[in-house]
């Protein structure tokens, strides 16, 4: 009996601690594997939200890739924001940005990139329907709780400086459960 279990563990451990077993090996030509930078901003985090947001994405069937608190420097945030440098509210963004950690994610799947914005709903939450993370949990547009890359281009260049390379590569158990 106790044999029995023994190798029954070992046969999980074999299957289960295994790197190369656990990479997704079709996931650069897989359309499936298509990731989008996703960010609890710093009110977000002192709201309490982060598991709120972590949870709507994983429900939805969508895989994390990689997640960090981190508390990015001014220099970093004008990097990320660069494209809104001329805009009058720029220095008070990377200000708020900068007031406290963020938890930075990365999510893959199926037209991610889209989903990712939906789900968070309008960049003024006064235009976000209720359902969407900004329509239930936020009001003003310089509190909007939460970052989503607005582009396939813009997510590859935003999870670059972010994450670099280290962002995981993995087959989650539900993926047949999750896509026909
Ligand atoms: P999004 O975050 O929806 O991609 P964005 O990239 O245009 O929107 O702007 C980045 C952030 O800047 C946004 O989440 C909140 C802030 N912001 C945008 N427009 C603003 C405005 N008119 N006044 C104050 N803050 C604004
Ligand atoms: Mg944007």
Known sequence: MVA?????LS????????????ADSSSSA????????????????????VGEIVKRFEQRGYKMVAGRMM???????????ADLSSKPFFNGLVEYMNSGPIFAMVWEGKNVVKMGRMMLGETNPTNSLPGTIRGDYCIDVGRN??????????ANAEIALWFGSDVQEYTLASKPWVYE
């Open 30 to 49: 897989d359309p499936k594997a298509e990731r989008t930078f996703i960010a609890v901003k710093p009110d977000g985090v002192q709201r309490g939200l």
């Open 71 to 81: 508390w990015a420097s001014k220099e970093m945030l004008q990097k990320h924001y």
């Open 145 to 154: 709780i939460c970052h989503g890359s607005d582009a396939v281009d813009s």
């Open 4 to 8: 029995t279990l023994l190798s029954v």
């Open 11 to 22: 046969a999980f451990n074999r299957n289960t601690n295994n790197r190369e077993d656990m």
